[in-house]
């Protein structure tokens, strides 16, 4: 297996808990720190600096559409340098890189600074979450893999509970500049925690996928079918890649349109200001185990029935979201919608190790993570729908129809497998469906 001795061995051994149950949970806090640092934590600072700095909302909010495009592109190079210079060095550049520049967050005056800062600020949460993240636990893991990574994202979901209310407290105590400093401290001490504990793979410490033993002069599992070279070519000429890709992007619309504007939603529907914003929190709890348990759904049952089933699951909380006056109903919404939506950023790296395989996983998922540019239209949807309607209810109408399109793109999904008799790169063709954690090529 090409990716398994590219970084040190023997530091775990075979005894005690499995290590790479160790690497999810250093996943979890990247995508807990890189998440709540990029997108929730400005819950509550966003007042603050535009009071402290003279800045409008619009130009505070400008700086993460620019650091989301940049971030986007850096995934692209990050997928290629993760063989080169191994996910721990990645990780730990990554979290002194965002830790500075969140810091100095506090502290510039000028709009540009603060933008450049910003940058920087995904720029170095890029490399400890998203395909660094999720291609190391995939590596780890091939029967357990589902439950694996949707226990690793879901830091992102409970970011959204742990910073904004640290930077709260930090904020009115200390003030602004102590609260970035705080949760800059907090991204340093990450470095050392993945330095200790991240490996690339298994076998280069002495280990097996999911922690599997073996008797002395087995060979050491191969699951999965290594051979060959998928190129980018023939990656982009699979009808698989782009069924996934369009999949997700149809999904992610309706998850983050609908959840960045859930409080004025529920504020609309005549809830006050306190209620709307626990309501909200109820739906990103609900989020956090949506990510674990479609995890686990897709290690017990075939992957691509069970997105299917979620999809579908999602554009039914939005149709119950849609019904007026029926108490019953919102709250069916918030269980619901929320179950699913959490589940749409965790299995999108679980389908894509499913269809392409553990060692390949990289290639695949460093250009799949470019359609997630395309979930920016969610915001633009419900953003035109409160303008022109005056409520969001045709945004709904319209992620609904999205979600049932994604869902029927997941079930048309083939197995690729790569033809040898067109030698490498090869020809992508399906293969036979088998039971998940078991499907291997």
């Known amino acids: 297996m090409r990716l398994a001795r590219r970084e040190g061995r023997g530091t775990p051994g075979e005894g005690g808990l499995f290590h790479g149950w160790y690497v999810v949970g250093v996943a979890f806090l990247a995508n807990l720190l890189s998440t709540g640092t990029t997108f929730y934590v400005f819950n509550a600072f966003l007042l603050p600096l535009c009071e402290a700095r003279s800045w409008t909302r619009a130009e505070v909010n400008a700086a993460p559409m620019l650091g989301f495009v940049f971030g986007l592109l850096a995934q692209f190079c990050y997928g290629s340098l993760f063989l080169r210079v191994g996910p721990r060095l990645l990780m730990v550049l990554g979290s002194v890189v965002s830790s500075l520049a969140f810091i100095m967050l506090g502290r510039v005056e000028g709009l540009a600074s603060f933008y450049l800062l910003y940058t920087l600020v995904y720029l170095g949460n890029g490399a400890m979450n998203g395909i660094v993240a999720n291609t190391v636990v995939s590596n780890w893991f091939v029967a357990k893999r589902g439950r694996a990574l949707g226990l690793a994202t879901a830091g992102m979901s409970v970011s959204g509970v742990v910073l904004p209310w640290l930077a709260t407290v930090v904020l009115r105590r200390l003030g602004l500049e102590a609260a970035f400093l705080v949760i800059g401290l907090l991204v340093l001490f990450f470095a050392p925690l993945a330095w200790r504990l991240v490996r690339i793979s298994p076998e280069s410490c002495g280990l097996a996928p999911d922690g599997v033993r073996r008797r002395p002069g087995e060979p050491w599992p191969e699951p999965e079918d290594e051979g060959g070279d998928w190129s980018a070519r023939a990656m982009l000429s699979a009808g698989a890649f782009w069924k996934l890709g369009a999949a997700y992007s149809l999904a992610m619309m309706g998850a983050v349109g609908v959840t960045y504007q859930l409080a004025p939603r529920f504020t609309d529907l005549g809830w006050d200001g306190d209620a709307a914003i626990a309501m909200t929190a109820v739906v990103a709890a609900v989020a956090t185990v949506g990510k674990f348990l479609w995890g686990v759904f897709c290690d017990l049952a075939e992957p691509r029935r069970v997105v299917a089933v979620l999809m579908a699951a999602k554009a039914l909380g939005l149709a119950l979201g849609l019904i007026p006056g029926s108490l019953a109903a919102l709250w069916l919404f918030i269980a619901l919608f929320g179950f699913a939506m959490g589940g749409v950023m965790s299995t999108f790296p679980i389908m894509a190790a499913h269809l392409f395989g553990r060692g390949r996983f990289w290639r695949a998922y460093r250009l799949l993570v470019l359609f997630l540019a395309f979930q920016g239209l969610g915001y633009l949807f419900m953003g035109q729908s409160f303008s ?12 609904i129809v999205l979600d049932l399109v994604a869902c029927a793109l997941i079930l048309r ?18 293969a036979p469906s088998q039971p998940a954690g078991h499907s291997f090529y």
């Open 388 to 399: 022109r309607t005056g409520s969001y209810d045709a945004a709904f109408a319209c992620f």
């Open 413 to 430: 999904l083939p197995r690729p497998r790569l033809d040898r008799g067109r030698g490498q790169g090869g020809d992508l063709t399906p």
